[in-house]
């Protein structure tokens, strides 16, 4: 392994860079932590699909970088920001909408009639009782379905999403050489990764402490409304 300074310095700053910048920026880990809660997932399918989507979203960006710069030197880079600006850009609506419309049907799912169940007793009695769509034994109908368009969303947005942080570790790298390069991304990636693993497990065990039946009856409308704040943060604030 290489005893150049700069080489360990800039891996040094893709290690704490990659933390800081995920740690930070909540739409890494918000959405997949409301999205489990309001839908009853697993933690390990939860997980599942953090882990999927950081690895998409670091690997576009990386392979973005190489096809401007051929791993060798980032003479495109004005080209390649502008490419980033704009994916971020489409990344964040992209976000802001999903959280609008998931808060659509939240407040459909909130105020939605009661339906009514009838039960038969082996004496022959008959009787019926109400129920909301969300009670002690709230279930959500089609939720496959609905966890593969959800899952699918969250994918391509940060696929889409840019990485910005990484740029300017791979602009150091690339002068170091091209061993810096690979080590570099590599520990900012897997870096990303775990941090997101962690806040997602932190969030998800922390939010199933809370219960209650109005949090249960508005999971889905308080989920669409922090995916769309997340969407918000980027699109006005850049966060």
């Known amino acids: 392994m290489t005893e150049n300074p700069t080489f360990w310095a800039v891996i040094a700053t893709a290690l704490t860079t990659a933390f800081v910048h995920t740690f930070t920026g909540p ?51 004005f080209a390649l920001e502008w490419v980033e600006q704009t994916r971020g850009s489409l990344a964040a609506w992209m976000l802001l ?35 909301s769509a969300v009670d002690e034994h709230a279930h959500i109908h089609g939720d496959s379905s609905h966890r593969l368009l ?3 969303s969250l994918f391509i947005i940060f696929v889409l999403g840019p990485c910005e942080a990484l740029l300017p570790i791979l602009l150091a790298a690339a002068s170091v ?18 941090t997101m693993l962690l806040a997602v497990t932190l969030g998800y ?19 669409g409304l922090m995916i769309a704040l997340c969407g918000i943060g980027m699109v006005f604030f850049d966060l």
């Open 150 to 152: 959800l899952g699918w």
């Open 205 to 223: 065990l922390g939010l199933r402490r809370l219960t209650s039946p109005w949090i249960e009856r508005s999971s889905h409308l308080l989920a």
């Open 97 to 131: 909408i999903l959280g609008v419309v998931y808060m659509i049907f939240g407040l459909i799912h909130l105020f939605r009639r009661p339906h009514t169940h009838a039960h038969i007793h082996t004496d022959g009695t008959v009787h019926t009782h109400e129920h």
């Open 27 to 77: 739409d890494h880990y918000l959405p997949f932590i409301v999205l489990s809660r309001a839908r009853h997932w697993t933690l390990r399918r939860t997980l599942t699909l953090t882990f999927v989507s950081g690895l998409g979203h670091v690997a576009s960006a990386f392979g973005l970088a190489l096809l401007f710069s051929y791993l060798s030197r980032l003479s495109d880079r």
């Open 177 to 194: 050489d091209r061993l810096c390069v690979f080590c570099s991304t590599t520990v900012f990636t897997v870096v990303t990764v775990a």
